[in-house]
């Protein structure tokens, strides 16, 4: 780590504990982190990637070959090993990071940084998050007992890895946090898994939908609102026959919507989270082999969501990216098959009110009372005395908002019914998954899924292609979930699951291929209630257009893909709003600005300006156009972007386009336009004197952030890239494709791939950011896919890890 960095890194400090709203007595203990023999200088190390080490309870010994990328290679003799080797490799390389999301799952962050944290700890525990790890470990334990032990291997390898270390050696977040490293279990796994289900949740709109209902009325909740938009290009092509399903949909009830409102609600998922996913035949493939390819759209941090593995047995030999936390490889291949995934945001979250009685020890349901059950959440605060919380728990789930927590009717609350308190057996999925050898596998390792709801891509060297949407997902009513319901009527709830073997999916389709970006996953002849979840428009078409519009595709053609800048979203709307915009009153600045965009072609490149003004523009019309959602003491979500668009351009003089706020005067669409535009370009002018000038790159300045809020120090900033959401390449300020990855269905298959990060945890490291730039450039890195555990040339350093006697 060069002094700059420390220097940097210490001046920020105190920075980075006032933008966390912590406090560790005055200040962090700079006595500790400068100390010359355990501070921060201890982290200025090379990697360890040769020698022997012993690990308690391993069965024989386990080679460990690091590539020139840090890419540890794990040759075992059997499971157990290979899964004490995973934690113990993982946890040596990453072990702050895991530690870190785990205490963040189960609302334990008090504990590290303070009171400042207890609102988002005691969110996380009315979420349910350690209920649901609890069910997770529960499930197993009745009906997985292999698995968990598997579970409990990983476990015992990371604390192998902490029984290793001295202070000097901890990670030098725990430095500056002055604290360290605690034992890790089987929960925090499934804490890890349920912190990955929240974040791809869907965008759980209920309660937000019933204000808007009720305030703007059916008719135009409809029309702001769909079921499906005008342009359906879904997951599942279009022309699929569903006539195998027999088990009908649920029937329509007699209940009423619940009108409440509520003012606040609690965090949701970064609605940008998604991905893009497909694979083509061997007949569309220019050399005849099926190619599939993944990447994962989530937050670009320091360390990386990812950590890239080779994982094999005498059985099975898997190489991808693994998350720090979970076993196995989550999007990868092995020698038969590829597979990746996207989420598939199935709404899987419903909201019920919940009518207790005068001491709260029951609640209402079916005409009789019903026993609560209490769950009372004991919070550690740093520095404080613990913080005890009492959680309600009804038949729906947990009573999150009460007279408690974001409520103040005494005698109510809404209870959160979550797929993801239910239990499961996620992990299973991933272990199958780097056995399986044919499509009837893949099928079978599906089945343990039970959330997110994911779109699971597939390739096989025996040249088949697939993509099952798969989650346990409940058989609704039309209707069921869009708003609040009487937790009180039997009728509201889920009555039954759809059968596993009716969820949406296709294999070796007629069009040659499968694709999958986060948009609806089906059309309206699925015989199933599927509602709008906020399915993306863009980047599907975008994929699904390039896929038509040739015979063959190579690799190449996949990179170019991945990283296609083609902003379809600005070149449905920009033409319209110029046409239709009364350019007359522009002012010279202005009219330099409206030429610029006019000139521009749609994609989102670096050099460009169109971009920046289109953002502006577009961001500011948005704004006008939904200030009917601006209310206060009022939980609102503003319409979809498509159906903005949509309405903009078929709606434009709906009563919702005037201005709330011009009593004199009636807007349309037309006047919105100019307003907006105007708007945008006093901002842009002010960015040009801020930045020099507003190219994509300057006004986008992607970075990727420290999990620490960014800690300057430990994060990179203004990365040349472009892109941005709704793009293919969906890369916007500090979000976007997470891990890309290219897979050839050759025997074995080869494969490449990159991500914004690198292997180590390690700020000192020169593996710790290496690959931003080469992720930045759309290059890739080639994956050495070892046959055997003899090295080859790109190995350079070798690792056996011994049984400890």
């Known amino acids: 780590m060069k002094y700059a960095k420390l220097i940097i890194s210490f001046v920020f400090t105190i920075g980075i504990f006032f933008v966390l709203n912590t406090k560790l007595g005055a200040i962090p203990p700079i006595g500790k982190f400068l100390n010359p023999y355990s501070g921060i200088w201890q982290n200025e190390t090379t990697e360890s990637i040769e020698g022997i080490v012993s690990i308690p309870g391993l069965k024989d010994k386990v080679t460990v070959h690091y590539d020139e990328q840090l890419i540890p290679h794990v040759f075992a003799q059997n499971e157990s090993d290979l899964y004490k080797a995973q934690g113990y490799l993982t946890a040596k390389h990453r072990l702050w990071q895991l530690e870190f999301q785990t205490f963040a799952a189960a609302g334990r962050l008090s504990e590290i940084i303070g009171e400042k944290a207890l609102n988002y700890d005691r969110t996380e525990r009315r979420r349910g998050m350690g209920y649901g790890a609890d069910q997770a470990i529960a499930y197993m334990e009745k009906h997985d007992k292999e698995t968990l032990s598997y579970i409990q291997d990983y476990a015992d390898g990371v604390n192998a890895y902490i029984k290793q270390l001295k202070p000097e050696d901890y990670p030098v977040e725990y430095k500056l946090l002055d604290y360290q490293p605690e034992a890790w279990t089987p929960k925090k796994t499934a804490l890890l898994l349920m912190y990955m289900t929240k974040m791809l949740a869907g965008y759980d709109d209920d309660l937000e939908n019933t204000n808007a209902l009720r305030l703007l009325g059916k008719e135009n909740f409809d029309l702001l609102f769909p ?64 190619i599939l390819a993944n990447d994962p759209h989530l937050g670009l941090n320091l360390p990386s969501i990812w950590f890239v593995m080779q994982l094999s047995t005498p059985n099975h030999n898997a190489f991808g990216a693994t998350i720090p936390g979970a076993l196995s490889v989550i999007s990868g291949f092995n020698q038969y098959i590829a597979w990746g995934e996207t989420n598939a945001t199935r709404d899987l979250i419903d909201w019920y009110k919940i009518e207790f009685n005068e001491d709260r020890t029951k609640y209402k349901y079916d005409g009789q009372w019903k026993d609560v059950s209490i769950r009372v959440e004991d919070i550690k605060i740093r520095g404080k005395e613990n913080y005890k919380d009492t959680v309600l728990y009804t038949h729906h789930g947990p009573v999150v908002y009460d007279k408690n927590f974001m409520s103040e009717n005494k005698r109510s609350g809404y209870a959160m019914k979550w797929i993801g308190h239910e239990g499961g057996n996620n992990q299973k999925t991933f272990i199958k998954l780097n056995k399986a050898k044919n499509y009837d596998d893949y099928v079978k390792a599906l089945k343990y899924w039970n959330a997110p709801a994911q779109n699971f891509v597939f390739a096989s060297t025996e040249g088949d292609i697939a993509l099952w949407i798969q989650g346990k997902f409940p058989n609704k009513w039309e209707g069921q979930g869009k708003f609040l319901m009487d937790g009180s009527n039997p009728e509201n709830d889920w009555q039954s699951y759809i059968p596993q073997q009716f969820n949406a999916h296709t294999k070796n389709p007629e069009r040659g291929f499968v694709s999958s970006a986060n948009q609806h996953p089906v059309d309206e002849n699925y015989p199933y209630y599927v509602f709008n979840d906020g399915y993306e428009t863009y980047r599907n078409r975008v994929i699904n257009d390039f896929f038509n519009s040739k015979e063959k595709f190579s690799v190449d053609d996949f990179k170019n893909l991945h990283n296609n800048n083609y902003n379809l979203k600005a070149s449905e709307i920009v033409p319209y709003m110029l046409a239709n915009m009364d350019a007359s009153s522009l002012s010279e600045e202005e009219k330099v600005i409206y030429n610029e965009i006019k000139a521009w072609k749609f994609n989102n490149d670096i050099d460009e300006v169109g971009p920046s003004i289109f953002r502006q523009w577009y961001g500011k019309l948005y704004n006008l156009v939904w200030d009917e959602f601006d209310v206060e003491d009022t939980a609102l979500d503003a319409p979809f972007t498509y159906q903005t668009i949509y309405l903009l351009k078929n709606h434009g003089n709906h009563e919702l386009m005037d201005i709330v706020e011009t009593k004199d005067k009636t807007e349309t669409a037309k006047d919105l336009f100019l307003i907006a535009f105007k708007e945008a370009a006093a901002r842009l002018e002010e960015i040009k004197k801020e930045r020099g000038d507003y190219k994509w790159a300057n006004y986008k300045a992607t970075y990727a952030g420290h999990l620490l809020q960014a800690l300057p120090a430990f994060s990179r900033f203004d990365i040349p890239i472009g892109g941005d959401r709704n793009i293919v390449n969906a890369t916007s300020e500090n979000h976007g494709p997470s891990w890309r990855m290219i897979v050839e269905m050759t025997s074995p298959p080869t494969a490449i791939g990159i991500y914004p990060g690198g292997q180590s945890g390690n700020p000192g490291s020169k593996y710790y950011d290496n690959f931003i730039d080469d992720w930045a450039a759309g290059k890739y890195h080639q994956l050495n896919f070892l046959q055997s555990n003899k090295a080859n040339n790109s190995i350079i350093g070798t690792q056996t890890l011994t049984p400890k006697n």
């Open 227 to 290: 079921d499906y938009f005008d342009i359906t290009d879904p997951v599942i092509p279009k022309e699929t026959d569903w006539s195998f399903i027999d088990v009908p949909q649920t029937p329509l009830p007699e209940s009423q919507i619940v009108l409440d409102t509520i003012s606040e609600t609690i965090s949701k998922p970064n609605p940008d989270n998604g991905s893009n996913n497909w694979a083509i035949s061997g007949a569309k493939s220019t050399t005849g082999n099926p």
